[in-house]
């Protein structure tokens, strides 16, 4: 990989000339001259620099987006050719929506690293359209969300099934109901993630089956705090099984008993379009397909 690229990344993601030479084992005056280089080749500056901070200009903006691109085209390239001769080994990138990634895939890194233990995941966690352009971006080796989308630079393999219930706090008006008509519940407080969330969208289509949408929405980014917020009794949500599953079990959430329920999506595996894959990705692709019911535990709810 062009070494400026690398220099040049590190300085923007550090926002220091120091901080980056000694993330990089090198002398600042080299850091300095290699900055330099970069700009004179792409032909204007990409920092804006004064003696508190170092941060990116248009131009450097639109640089970093690209040396990204470039830098993860060559960590693949590098993992493709390894895997001629070698068993399967080395990072694996994974970006997870935050129902699979936070209550699913740390059961499917756990057996993954039994059976692999050469192959070394690192996660990140964001909602479904976050994990989408990282993927097409090639910053992340694959994803995994919720939903059906179509991407001209991405492949959608849906593998699993997931169910998605209605849930109150356990003193809720409606919980002890044994059937609960949907207009009921347009009069109540929905808490809802954000637009871009697969859970979102779930959420939404289900509202379309409402008569009136519901007036009432509060908008969280996090499932973690949905389920809190839900059982503090500030409203009721839409949720995965898995995101649900302990707390249905010792009580704190119930699901309340809507003939609509469960809405049913899939989890899908999103790869590039490319016509070659790393070995780690074509075995966690295989495990999803094969060997998930082995690799997670069953949900009861």
């Known amino acids: ?21 000694e993330e990089l084992h090198m002398t600042q005056p080299a850091i300095s001259q290699c900055i330099q280089a970069l700009e004179r080749a792409v032909g204007s500056r990409l920092l804006d620099r004064t003696n508190k901070y170092v941060r990116l200009n248009k131009a450097g903006e639109i640089v970093y987006h690209h040396a990204k691109e470039i830098t993860g085209l060559y960590t693949k390239m590098k993992c493709l050719v390894d895997d001629l001769t070698n068993k399967a080994s080395g990072e694996l990138s994974i970006g997870a929506s935050y129902s699979f990634g936070e209550y699913v895939l740390p059961h499917i890194i756990a057996y993954l690293s039994k059976y692999y233990p050469l192959i070394k995941p690192a996660i990140k966690i964001g909602n479904t359209k976050e994990i989408e352009h990282l993927v097409a971006r090639h910053q992340l080796d694959v994803g995994i969300v919720e939903g059906e989308f179509k991407h001209e630079r991405l492949n959608f393999e849906p593998f699993a099934e997931d169910k998605m219930y209605v849930v109150a706090a356990a003193q809720h008006k409606l919980a002890r109901r044994k059937s609960i008509r949907l207009a009921e519940l347009e009069k109540e407080t929905w808490i809802v993630r954000e637009k871009g969330s697969g859970t979102r969208e779930a959420t939404e289509k289900m509202f379309q089956l409402f008569e009136q949408p519901p007036e009432q929405l509060m908008e969280f980014g996090s499932t973690q705090i949905i389920k809190e917020s839900v059982e503090a009794g500030l409203g009721i949500s839409l949720l995965s099984q898995w995101a649900i599953r302990k707390e249905a079990m010792d009580g704190s959430l119930v699901i309340l008993k809507v003939k609509e329920a469960p809405v049913k999506r899939k989890f899908s595996l999103v790869t590039t379009t490319d016509p070659f894959q790393p070995k780690v990705v074509e075995i966690l692709s295989q495990l999803l397909r094969e060997d998930l019911a082995n690799a997670i535990p069953k949900v009861e709810i």
């Open 1 to 21: 990989m062009d070494q400026l690229l690398l220099v040049f990344i590190t300085v923007a993601e550090k926002k220091n000339f120091s901080r980056a030479a």
